[in-house]
C-alpha cells in the first residue's frame, strides 16, 4: 500500500479513500492490465492474419505490460493456490478477468480453422501456459527476463506444431 500510494502521490490514508481494500487495488490492476491487452492484442489482430504473430502477440503484450509490476504480481501470486481469495487468478473473484485474458486467445486463433473441441480447449491451454510463463517472468533475473523469453518463444513452436498434428484426420 505504501509503494502504490508514493506513486500516485497520495498519503497511505488517502489511498483507502479512492480504494475500499488491497484487494480493490489489486482488481483494479488486473482490469487495467487486460483491458490494455486487449486494445495491443485488438490493434494486430486487425491487420495481422498469420497465426504465429498473433499468439505471441499475446503472449509478449502480457510480458510487456508485467515488466514493472513483478514485485506487485510476486505477491499476489502467492494466493493463486487460495481459489476462496478474492485475489486468486484461479479464484471466483477473477473469475471474469480470466474469461477475458481467454478471449484475447481465442480472437488470436480465430485466423484458425479448428475442429470444435479444439476451438474450445486450446484458447484455455494457452492460457495455462501464458500463467505458468508469468510465474517464471516474475522469478527470472535474467537481464529483460531473457530467460523466459526463449522459454515462451520455444513453448509457442512446440505447441504450434502440436496444433498441426492436432489438427490431422
Known amino acids: 500500500m505504501q509503494e502504490i500510494a508514493q506513486r500516485a502521490d497520495v498519503a497511505k490514508g488517502a489511498a483507502y479513500y479512492y480504494f475500499p481494500s488491497k484487494e480493490a487495488i489489486i482488481q483494479t490492476y488486473y482490469e487495467a492490465i487486460q483491458g490494455e491487452q486487449e486494445r495491443i492484442c485488438g490493434e494486430l489482430f486487425s491487420h495481422e492474419k498469420k497465426l504465429k504473430p498473433r499468439v505471441k502477440a499475446v503472449f509478449d503484450s502480457k510480458f510487456e505490460l508485467a515488466k514493472?509490476?513483478?514485485?506487485?504480481l510476486g505477491v499476489v501470486f502467492r494466493y493463486a493456490g487460495e481459489p476462496e481469495n478474492p485475489i486468486s487468478c484461479l479464484g471466483k473473484g477473477t473469475e471474469e478477468i480470466r474469461r477475458r485474458s481467454i478471449a484475447v486467445f481465442r480472437d488470436a486463433l480465430a485466423v484458425e480453422k479448428l475442429p470444435e473441441d479444439l476451438a474450445r480447449l486450446l484458447p484455455v491451454?494457452?492460457?495455462?501456459?501464458?500463467?505458468?510463463?508469468?510465474?517464471?517472468f516474475l522469478y527470472d533475473d535474467s537481464k529483460g527476463q531473457r530467460r523466459t523469453q526463449r522459454l515462451s518463444d520455444g513453448a509457442l513452436d512446440l505447441a504450434l506444431k502440436l496444433l498441426a498434428l492436432a489438427k490431422l484426420p
Open 68 to 72: 514493472g509490476d513483478r514485485r506487485l
Open 125 to 136: 491451454a494457452l492460457w495455462a501456459m501464458q500463467m505458468g510463463l508469468l510465474v517464471m
